[in-house]
Antibody, heavy 122, light 107 residues
Framework: EVQLVESGGGLVQPGGSLRLSCAAS????????MNWVRQAPGRGLEWVSY????????NYADSVEGRFTISRDNAKNSLYLQMNNLSAEDTAVYYC???????????????WGQGTMVIVSP | SYELTQPPSVSASPGQTASITCSGD??????ICWYQQKPGQSPVLVIY???KRPSGIPERFSGSNSGNTATLTISGTQAMDEADYYC??????????FGGGTKLSVL
């Protein structure tokens, strides 16, 4: 089955760090741009970060810029999110999301993982 | 940064048409996507490139985008369509932005 499986979530203290992983199954990750999207409890979706197919281009939401780092290992078919200096506002379900590009200006988040919960609390 | 605005809630009776709007500055100049999220589940893409349906999405889902407003229309709404719906566009070619979400109630 084509799917994305996240791991690495959990409880962390404010100021702490966490590294999320996302494993792709039944498709080759290197052919896709990838993103992380998060959802705080009872709230809407928030785009967090983007990475190009080779990892050359990365982009971040203002809310995480300088604290989070997205990376990928195409040989391992995996995506990562290193999160540092975490605060309560980072508490959310984090989704690994595949981006399908139809042509230059047409793309969509066509495959979502099940999400991994991150709780930042003393 | 670019912002998308959705109504917090919309309701429809079974069999009726539900319309969910998404507004943004010159939104018609961008391509928009729509996602459905049911409680406890991950979002699912239901519309991309303003009007196109991915494989497996029922024909009752349709979309439009012009001027400052995009609209998701669900014709013949069914109880299974009750969910949160999010519009999404790109602030740049590599930065996504979501609307705040609309809860569709099928009464």
């Amino acid at each position: 089955e084509v799917q994305l499986v996240e791991s690495g979530g959990g409880l962390v203290q404010p100021g702490g760090s966490l590294r999320l992983s996302c494993a792709a199954s039944e498709f080759t990750l290197s052919g896709y741009e990838m993103n992380w999207v998060r959802q705080a409890p009872g709230r809407g979706l928030e785009w967090v970060s983007y990475i190009s197919t080779t990892g050359t281009t990365r982009n971040y939401a203002d809310s995480v810029e300088g604290r989070f780092t997205i990376s990928r290992d195409n040989a391992k078919n995996s995506l990562y999110l290193q999160m540092n200096n975490l605060s309560a506002e980072d508490t959310a379900v984090y989704y690994c999301v595949r981006e399908k590009r139809y042509f230059v200006w047409s793309h969509a988040f066509d495959l979502w993982g099940q999400g991994t919960m991150v709780i930042v609390s003393p | 940064s670019y912002e998308l605005t959705q109504p917090p809630s919309v309701s429809a009776s079974p069999g009726q048409t539900a319309s969910i709007t998404c507004s943004g500055d010159q939104l018609g100049n961008k391509y928009i996507c729509w996602y459905q999220q049911k409680p406890g589940q991950s979002p699912v893409l239901v519309i991309y490139q303003d009007t196109k349906r991915p494989s497996g999405i029922p024909e009752r889902f349709s979309g439009s985008n012009s001027g400052n407003t995009a609209t998701l229309t669900i014709s013949g709404t069914q109880a299974m369509d009750e969910a949160d719906y999010y519009c999404q566009a790109w602030d740049s070619n590599t930065a996504g932005v979501f609307g705040g979400g609309t809860k569709l109630s099928v009464l």
